[in-house]
């Protein structure tokens, strides 16, 4: 086999294994959430569909692909078809440049696990971040109803307000590693992870993480008991489906960002690397999990509030700080 | 200070959560477990009978009269001895909310609930109950009931026969 056959299909390979790994853990999520939920609320949660109710994802599927695709008359159709498509795929993309672990051998190839070793890697992740707000804000404007035009306004709006203080989170990181590239910000947390050495920063990213998740408790562009659906009202069968498999790969997406940026990646003594980050990125899921079965929603002036008063102040200052801290250091 | 009583607030939710999480779970999974019911549980009605076997239905119409969704029908007829019964009787479950106000406007203690509940069905042509699916061969909840017995009219025994009841008193007698 020819030297670029088998460069070829490692990439593939590796491709494939990503995207397969990520769907199959979104679906998974879903069904571990509404197992922790439950739990919460001394229910069991699903556990009609195989044992455990390990089937349900499957069963969600297969309901989700069978339902009426829906279109509403007055809709914009094109936009309206685009959106869910587009929530989904920057959701997706972001996961480019996320390494999940030190390069290894295979075939006498080192092979570095991560899709695409960006120098820019912060900033693609920034930027997808704040395309991913299009899906929603075009579904919401496309679909023609006061309830999606409400929940798509809010979702822009929630965006300035935490987007600024989530890059401003990440330029303390930035400055301590010394690169915009994710595995060189890994490989600075060698010995210790960046949420120790700046625990404002990782509070400030983790909140902004939050909300870009548009989970509670800054889930007002969905907020079910106030806008029925949010910006997907409108949404039915399967472009539902890829508004909701988005919103958890973006979960996973985020978790990994955290890991990456505060905890350290693929760091950590005895096990391998990829274990180590997985167990890391499935812990920030339980804990985003776990914020929703604990805190109520915020009100819409209490969210730009908190972004704009306190978390922006708080992480301008941290830039400060952390520059006259690294000045100070180096003499 | 206001801000620790917030910074307060955010965190102990989470230790109660994270402590609900390993508490029991407080669900009885229906068809596997079942609960047991109250004693006075309203479940399906049924037509019962007297002690003597006979129908207790004298197709009064109280029970039609009092159901609050009009989910009870019948036709009265009677029979040779004078007795009156059902002709047809018949309980819509689709309409029945299962109230009781039925058997408590029921004089003969013939219409009684039972702690029956799974009727669900596809076919809502199927929730309509005939008299032959309602009537049962005992006496439910009151076994010694025998409305004839006590209303002293002469179908179950002659006048004057019942138990406590004096014989008829011939008006004729008592003139001058």
Redesign the interface.
Known sequence: MPEWMVILLLIVAKLGLIFMVLLTLAAYLVLAERK?L???????GP?RVGPFGLMQPLADVIKLLTKEDFIPTQADKWLFLLAPGLAAVTALLTFAVVPFGPPITLFGHEVPLVVCDLNIGVLFFLGLSSLAVYGMTLGGWASNSKYSLLGAIRGLSQLISYELSMGLALVPVVMLARSFSLTDIVMAQADVPFALVNPLAFLIFLISAVAESKRIPFDLPEAENELVGGFHTEYSGMRFGLFFVGEYINLIILGSMLTVFFLGGWMGPFLPGVVWFSIKVLFVCFFFI??R???PRLRYDQLMHFGWKILLPLSLLNVILTGAFLLWRQG | MSIWRDIKGTIEPFWITLRNMFRPVVTVEYPEVRTELAPRYRGRLILTRDPDGQERCVACYLCSAACPVDCISMQATEAEDGRRYAAWFRINFSRCIFCGLCTEACPTMAIQVTGFFEMANRNPLETVWEKEELLVDHCGQEPDYNFYHHAGIGVAAARGENPGEDKPVDVKDLMP
């Open positions: 922790i439950g739990r919460i609320q001394l229910r069991p556990n776990w914020v079965g604990t805190l």
